[in-house]
Nanobody
Framework: QVQLVESGGGLVQAGGSLRLSCAASGSILSINTMRWYRQAPGKQRDMVATITRGGSTNYADSVKGRFTISRDNAKNTVYLQMNSLEPEDTAVYYC???????????WGQGTQVTVSS
């Protein structure tokens, strides 16, 4: 049983920062690509950032230069540092990961980020 558990969400004023964490636990031999997605009310779930096991990253255009994804392979944890937050960043943020040699895909339960203007 593999679980992804996000933490670090909350309420912040525009221009502020938050750091999200997502820890994977369970029967894990290896974690491949890890990702952050977000879903605002009434909208589809969109990819925010991805990071490979080797550390290569990719970002949505809307967050480039403001968000940074990183990971600690020893702790099976991925992070999302979010700076210069805007009200448009308000959403539920979800962690996603490909785990094991078969690259099974897992989702976390989500953490709410609310940015007030």
């Amino acid at each position: 049983q593999v679980q992804l558990v996000e933490s670090g969400g909350g309420l912040v004023q525009a221009g502020g920062s938050l750091r999200l964490s997502c820890a994977a636990s369970g029967s894990i031999l290896s974690i491949n690509t890890m990702r952050w997605y977000r879903q605002a009310p009434g909208k589809q779930r969109d990819m925010v950032a991805t990071i490979t096991r080797g550390g290569s990253t990719n970002y949505a255009d809307s967050v480039k230069g403001r968000f940074t994804i990183s990971r600690d392979n020893a702790k099976n944890t991925v992070y999302l540092q979010m700076n210069s937050l805007e009200p448009e960043d308000t959403a539920v943020y979800y962690c996603n990961a490909d785990i094991g040699s078969m690259h099974y895909n897992y989702w976390g339960q989500g953490t709410q980020v609310t940015v007030s203007s």
